[in-house]
Each structure stands twice: as C-alpha cells, then as structure tokens.
C-alpha cells in the first residue's frame, strides 16, 4: 500500500493482522481491568484491615491509550484515543493531578467534535528542561511544604520536572477541557488520602503468601502440560529469575531517588573517576545492554551526579565524569545493596554460588 510516509502506514481493517492486531488489543486491555481488579481488591482489604468501617462507592474503571472502532458523524471510524479517554454522555472518569495539585473525578458530555473523548492527565505547561531552566528548586521546595502532602524531593531532575507538569492542571479544567466533562469532585487526594495509601502501601508490601514452595516452573506458572524442550524451561525459568531478582532490588535503589541503569553508570564512571570515559563507551559496560545511555546521562546530570565535559586534544568526543553528588550516592547504597545481596542469595552456600556463576558466565559465551 502507498504511503505518503512511514507515520502515516496503517493495516486496512480488512486484513488478517489488523483483525488480530485489535483482538490482542482487547485482550491486553481485559488484562489490565482485570489487574485494576485485582489491586483495588487489595487495597480494599488493606483499608477494612486499619479501618473496619470503611466503606467504598461505585468504582471508576476506563481505559486510556487504545483504540475503539465507534460510529462518529454517521461514520464508523476507529478512535484511537491516544493520552485519552472516552468521555460519553454521563460516562464517569478520573484526570489524576501531578505532584502538588488536586484530582478530579469527572462526568462525560458526549461532546461530538472531540469524539467523545477528554484527556487522561494534567498535561505540561512547560517541559522537563523548560521547567529546570526556569524553575528555582528552593522555591518550589518552600512552596511544596505548606502543603500536607510534601515529600523530600529526591533529586532536582524529579522535583522541578513534576512542577512543570503539575502548572497545567488548573488549566486543563478553564480551557477547551470543559466542553468535554463536567468536574464534579475537585478531589484533594495527594492531601487526604497520604496517611492511608501510605497503610495500603505498607500493607500490602508486607503480605506474605501463605502456599507453599511450587515443586517446580509448571507448577509455580501453573503450566499444565510439558515444557517443549528443556531448553525452552531453561529459557523461562532465566526470564522468571530475572524479573524476581528486579522486583527484590528495586524498592532499594527507588527509596534513594534512583534507578538500577542509573546507578550502573555512576558505578563505570567510579572505575575512572579522574580521566573520565567517553560516553558512547559507557553503553558497552552495562549490564543491560539495551539503556539509553544518553538519556541516563541526562537525568543524573541533571541531578548533580555526573557532569559532561570535552577536552582539548579531541573536541568532538564527550566525556562523562563522576562528581561528589555521585560519589555520595554509591555511598549511601553501599551497605543496603551488601544486605540486598545477602537476602536474595537464600540458602545458597559459596559453593553452589561459585558454580552458578560459573554456569551462567558459560551459557552466555556457549557460542563464542
């Protein structure tokens, strides 16, 4: 089919993949009601466990980002409300504020000219860099402390990136916005709700599962008939090990203000803090090949931890050096990554560590 371009290519409605393109679609959007489900259920049980009284209204549940086949000026088109959400006649929905700003629960007017469609967020006024350039962080720190709901910012890229997005919020609602829904609950909720999302939170974090250790893969994913291979099982049980072993460290490198590829960089760059190292070599060095190094360079530069330079023999190659701000942060999760390390060994002995280790390396360069 002739395109003017490549952001114009579509599949024809006709076609086989369009046909299952929309069916996966649909399925991954029943996944994510179902998983919606799931955690309000929890968080429900959460709540009736600190507060038995507490009782709960009709849910909100809509979708955003995906696509709709629809009638529309006496046409059936598909909708793809992208950063949208539908907003018919009388259809409830919820635009969430930034950091600092309210929410608001709102009630579709089935306005036509925008296909029944609203957006799902604040929106910015001005982007992260607009705001960093024009924002000062003290300001909005004393600012964000009047209200019950401050927290420590913890890092600069965070604190003045959000306040960006949170200056739209009002604007949303003065503008074009109220022709498409009616706000009927300028909704405090970043005020009010703090200490009990903080007992959910705490709550559901701390559940331990009551079933017993599975026997094995099948059993722990409930898969009720034979691995094709052993290799595929392999495959699987690396990818599963792999998503554990994320889920264990990430509340550890998030309550410092920081993300695991984050810290990786700042790890290479501590091997060379004098000399510094070009910054298209940082990308070899980690351990997950495919981070956008140039963007993880961005937000810790932008967070005082490493600083970009050039030098005089080679203008055209960027260098990146660790700064103190960096250096403070290895720091700080030097000892809990060491306890991090400690708990997700389990009963491994040095031995078993050693040859696991030593499989893991070989399966790796099997084909070298």
């Keep these: 089919m002739n395109c003017p371009g490549r952001d114009l290519a579509f599949l024809p409605l006709e076609t086989e993949e369009a046909s299952t393109y929309l069916k996966e679609m649909r399925y991954c959007l029943d996944f994510a009601l179902a998983n919606r489900q799931l955690v309000a259920s929890r968080v429900r049980d959460a709540f009736r466990n600190e507060i038995p009284e507490a009782a709960f209204g009709e849910a909100i549940n809509i979708h955003h980002n995906y696509a709709s086949l629809e009638n529309h000026f006496g046409q059936d088109v598909l909708v793809h409300r992208k950063g949208a959400t539908s907003a018919r006649e009388g259809e409830m929905g919820i635009i969430p504020g930034s950091q600092g700003t309210a929410s608001y629960i709102v009630r579709g007017k089935g306005n036509p000219d925008s296909f029944m469609s609203c957006s799902h967020g604040a929106g910015r006024k001005m982007g992260r860099q607009a705001a960093i350039r024009n924002l000062d962080l003290e300001s909005e720190r004393r600012r964000w402390?009047?209200?019950?709901?401050c927290?420590?910012?913890r890092s600069n890229l965070a604190a003045l990136s959000a306040t960006g997005r949170s200056l739209a919020v009002l604007q949303v609602f003065t503008g074009t916005q109220t022709s498409r829904m009616q706000a009927i609950d300028r909704s405090g909720i970043n005020d009010k709700l703090l200490v009990a999302t903080n007992i959910v939170l705490?709550?559901?974090t701390s559940m331990k599962s009551t079933q017993q250790k599975p026997k094995n893969l099948a059993a722990e994913i409930g898969r009720n008939r034979p691995f094709d291979s052993l290799e595929q099982?392999?495959?699987l049980n690396l990818i599963r090990t792999s998503e554990w072993l994320q889920g264990e460290f990430a509340p550890v490198f998030?309550?410092?203000g920081i993300t695991q590829p984050q810290f990786n960089v700042?790890?290479?760059?501590?091997?060379?803090?004098e000399s510094g190292i070009p910054i298209q070599k940082i990308g070899a060095r980690m351990t997950t090949k495919s981070s956008d190094v140039t963007r993880l360079v961005d937000r810790l530069e932008l967070s005082g931890m490493v600083k970009r330079f050039r030098t005089e023999e080679d203008r055209r190659v960027i260098y990146v050096r660790l700064t103190e701000a960096g250096r403070a942060m290895i720091d700080q999760l030097a000892q809990p990554l060491i306890?991090?390390?400690?708990?997700?060994?389990?009963n491994f002995d040095r031995t078993s560590l050693e040859l696991l280790n030593n499989l893991l390396f070989e399966l790796r360069h099997s084909r070298d």
Aim: charged content about 30%; overall charge positive.
């Design 145 to 149: 402390k009047k209200r019950a709901s």
């Design 233 to 235: 099982e392999l495959f």
């Design 254 to 256: 998030k309550s410092h």
């Design 151 to 153: 927290t420590q910012c």
């Design 202 to 204: 705490t709550y559901i």
């Design 266 to 273: 700042l790890k290479i760059l501590q091997v060379e803090e």
């Design 339 to 346: 306890e991090a390390h400690q708990s997700t060994k389990g």
